[in-house]
């Protein structure tokens, strides 16, 4: 007897959307400006830190989505800061705080520094 849950009734390939279909990140998006191509990148490094784009849920790939997005807003608003730009503090706040809750319902958990590389070593015990 075939299975018929949902998840693996298959459906045509042409009759998905491509950002099912992995075409896109994002519907209707020009993937070349700046920010798209940061937004990419950091989609496929939380998928990586997640075990990899093949093991995801539906569910965790719209949270990483929402964690690239919300990366990229936090990265605009921070060098707008250092450009000596006004900012509403009360929006970086709240961009850093959705981003925190994002990347904690993705089970990202806090990787501990590597250890200092030889040639770092051996400048930090040089004598001065």
């Not at 989609?43 to 830190?49: E, G, L, P, R």
């Not at 949270?63 to 608003?77: F, G, H, P, W």
Request: aromatic content about 4%; charged content about 25%; glycine content about 4%.
């Amino acid at each position: 007897m075939p299975d018929e849950s949902p998840a693996s009734s298959a459906r045509k390939v042409q009759a998905r959307s491509r950002v099912t279909n992995g075409k896109e990140l994002l519907a209707n998006i020009d993937g070349r400006s700046t920010e798209a191509r940061r937004y990419r990148d950091l989609c496929f490094s939380f998928s990586d830190d997640c075990g990899g784009a093949a093991s995801l849920t539906e569910a965790q790939r719209a949270l990483i989505r929402q964690a690239a997005a919300l990366t990229v807003q936090s990265e605009k608003l921070q060098s707008a800061m250092i450009r000596g730009e006004a900012i509403d503090d009360e929006q970086m706040t709240r961009v850093a705080n959705s981003l925190s809750r994002t990347l904690q319902r993705l089970g990202r958990k806090r990787v501990s520094p590597k250890p200092l590389s030889f040639l770092a070593q051996l400048a930090a015990s040089a004598p001065r």
